[in-house]
Nanobody, 120 residues
Framework: QVQLVESGGGLVQPGGSLRLSCVGSDGIFSRNAAHWFRQAPGMERELVASMSSAGSTFYADSVKGRFAMSRDNARNTVYLQMNSLNTLDTAVYYC??????????????WGQGTQVIVSS
């Protein structure tokens, strides 16, 4: 049974940084892609970052240059480093594991989410 658990969210001031973690079971990220989605109140869930099992990354334009994904296969963990946060980054952030060849929007396994609030 695949389980993903996000952590690292919290309250941060504009311009600040947070690092989100997603711990997966069964070595899931060593052989699957990882994705980070977010959903703000009243908004649709959106893809913000992806990393293939080979390490290739994708970032949404809204976060490019500010967010960065990384992976530690030994710890079966993927990270989302978020810098220069602004209020528009406020959302619940979810990690997802899916097959490398599949779309980020295709079938996969989801974590429960971690709340990020950017506010002064």
């Amino acid at each position: 049974q695949v389980q993903l658990v996000e952590s690292g969210g919290g309250l941060v001031q504009p311009g600040g940084s947070l690092r989100l973690s997603c711990v997966g079971s069964d070595g899931i990220f060593s052989r699957n892609a990882a994705h980070w989605f977010r959903q703000a109140p009243g908004m649709e869930r959106e893809l913000v970052a992806s990393m293939s099992s080979a390490g290739s990354t994708f970032y949404a334009d809204s976060v490019k240059g500010r967010f960065a994904m990384s992976r530690d296969n030994a710890r079966n963990t993927v990270y989302l480093q978020m810098n220069s946060l602004n209020t528009l980054d406020t959302a619940v952030y979810y990690c997802k594991a899916a097959e490398d060849a599949a779309s980020a929007y295709a079938f996969g396994y989801w974590g429960q989410g971690t709340q990020v609030i950017v506010s002064s």
